[in-house]
Nanobody, 122 residues
C-alpha cells in the first residue's frame, strides 16, 4: 500500500505564497507520476499540476504562479504557490500513479492523500 501525506497548507493573504509538500511511503511508493488536485466547497475536484520525472503539466489557473517539483530520493513532491488569490482557496490533494503519463483527470490517479486546506484571504 502506498500512503501519501500532505503538509504545508494554511491561511495566507492574497498575494502571498505557500509551499505544499507530499511524502510517499509504503510498498511501491516510487511513483512515476505525482501531482496535485484541488477541491473548493461545492465544486468538483480540479487538476492543478503533475510531474513525471522532469516533465511537468499545469492547469491554466496555475501556470506562471505555481511550480511543481520533486525529490526522488525522498519520494516527495512539492507545490510552490506564489501570488495566491482567494479563488485558490481549496483542499489540495496529492496524487500519484505508477506510470509516466501526466494525467489531468481524477480517475487517472491510483493514489490519493487526505488533503491539506489552503485558505487565501482577500
Amino acid at each position: 500500500q502506498v500512503q501519501l501525506v500532505e503538509s504545508g497548507g494554511g491561511l495566507v493573504q492574497a498575494g502571498g505564497s505557500l509551499r505544499l509538500s507530499c511524502a510517499a511511503s509504503g510498498s511501491g511508493s516510487n511513483l512515476y507520476t505525482m501531482g496535485w488536485f484541488r477541491q473548493a466547497p461545492g465544486k468538483e475536484r480540479d487538476f492543478v499540476a503533475a510531474i513525471s520525472w522532469s516533465t511537468t503539466s499545469y492547469a491554466d489557473s496555475a501556470k506562471g504562479r505555481f511550480t511543481i517539483s520533486r525529490d526522488n530520493a525522498k519520494n516527495t513532491v512539492y507545490l510552490q504557490m506564489n501570488s495566491l488569490k482567494p479563488e485558490d482557496t481549496a483542499v489540495y490533494y496529492c496524487v500519484g500513479r505508477a506510470n509516466y503519463d501526466l494525467g489531468s483527470t481524477p480517475d487517472e490517479y491510483h493514489y490519493w492523500g487526505h488533503g491539506t486546506q489552503v485558505t487565501v484571504s482577500s
